[in-house]
């Protein structure tokens, strides 16, 4: 970011390309993961092969994995994924290493909290029972609100890291 200040650009615009620039890359991603699926699993009909098991996260929710299903599903993967590192990114940005770090000692204890308070059976069953478009419509969600508390975080940041 500093870089980018010293080139005139503001601190708002800069938050908005890198937006721009994670939609982007998820998009691309995504497409290009869909259609190796979609190559991989023509080739294996084609040669009659049974062998062949691709492991994707498509499998928990449709074994039938449509091509645009498959295509939704990574580009929310993906941008949740970038988003979540540039969270990460901003963090280490705004408060130095040791914020940085303690941040992701706070995301280590959550699978922790859950693992002994036993949550991770109903949470099973809660994403078990959901469509694919509400887990997918709940993670656009997750994804807008990290992005306007990355967005937030950057409209006051010094030209200088912490």
Same mark, same amino acid.
């Given at each position: #970011?500093?870089?980018?200040?010293?080139?005139?650009?503001?601190?708002?615009?800069?938050?908005?390309?890198?937006?721009?620039?994670?939609?982007?890359?998820?998009?691309? $991603?995504?497409?290009?993961?869909?259609?190796?699926?979609?190559?991989?699993?023509?080739?294996?009909?084609?040669?009659?092969?049974?062998?062949?098991?691709?492991?994707?996260?498509?499998?928990?929710?449709?074994?039938?994995?449509?091509? #645009?299903?498959?295509?939704?599903?990574?580009?929310?993967?993906?941008?949740?994924?970038?988003?979540? $590192?540039?969270?990460?990114?901003?963090?280490?940005?705004? =408060? %130095?290493?040791? $914020?940085?770090?303690?941040?992701? %000692?706070?995301?280590? =204890?959550?699978?922790?909290?859950?693992?002994?308070?036993?949550?991770?059976?109903?949470?099973?069953?809660?994403?078990?029972?959901?469509?694919?478009?509400?887990?997918?419509? $709940?993670?656009?969600?997750?994804?807008?609100?990290?992005?306007?508390?990355?967005?937030?975080?950057?409209?006051?940041?010094?030209?200088?890291?912490?």
């Amino acid at each position: #970011m500093p870089y980018f200040l010293k080139l005139g650009l503001s601190r708002i615009q800069y938050v908005l390309h890198l937006g721009l620039f994670s939609l982007a890359w998820s998009i691309a $991603g995504a497409f290009i993961i869909a259609c190796t699926h979609q190559i991989s699993k023509f080739l294996s009909k084609l040669l009659d092969v049974k062998e062949i098991f691709i492991i994707h996260p498509i499998l928990l929710i449709d074994t039938a994995h449509p091509f #645009m299903l498959t295509l939704a599903l990574d580009f929310v993967l993906l941008l949740f994924c970038l988003i979540s $590192g540039l969270l990460l990114n901003v963090v280490f940005y705004r =408060l %130095g290493t040791i $914020g940085g770090y303690s941040f992701i %000692g706070i995301l280590v =204890l959550i699978p922790i909290v859950i693992v002994i308070f036993e949550w991770y059976i109903p949470l099973w069953e809660v994403l078990s029972e959901a469509s694919i478009i509400a887990i997918l419509g $709940g993670l656009l969600i997750i994804i807008a609100l990290i992005y306007s508390v990355i967005t937030g975080a950057l409209r006051k940041a010094s030209a200088i890291p912490a």
